[in-house]
Nanobody, 120 residues
Framework: VQLQASGGGAVQAGGSLRLSCAAS????????MGWFRQAPGKEREFVAA??????YYADSVKGRFTISRDNAENTVYLQMNSLKPEDTAVYYC????????????????WGQGTLVTVSS
């Protein structure tokens, strides 16, 4: 599986962005798709994951971010609303087989990352 993330940019606090992650591979629908982020000087952290209709969010983004997928287009999205300066990070999409997981170490496929900058 090859992943290509896009959609990052600079936005003011309270604004919105939608990230996209296009995936190759015929078995896209069977993979867990996740979003992670890494802020400068911090560890990579889980943001959201989706497998079939099962969806998981980090507490810090619940109610503000929405993950979705279009299996026909082999694409997963992350709609980010009410953005805060602490959401500033490089966002990565990732894929794994098996059950959904919040541990980035369990994901075997990664996109290149897209930078989100939220100013106050």
């Amino acid at each position: 599986v090859q992943l290509q993330a896009s959609g990052g940019g600079a936005v003011q606090a309270g604004g919105s962005l939608r990230l996209s992650c296009a995936a190759s591979g015929r078995t896209f629908g069977s993979y867990v798709m996740g979003w992670f982020r890494q802020a400068p000087g911090k560890e990579r952290e889980f943001v959201a994951a989706i497998k079939w209709s099962n969806i998981y969010y980090a507490d810090s983004v619940k109610g503000r971010f929405t993950i979705s997928r279009d299996n026909a287009e082999n694409t997963v999205y992350l709609q980010m609303n009410s953005l805060k300066p602490e959401d500033t990070a490089v966002y990565y999409c990732a894929a794994k087989s098996g059950p959904a997981d919040t541990d980035y170490g369990s994901y075997g496929y990664w996109g290149q990352g897209t930078l989100v900058t939220v100013s106050s």
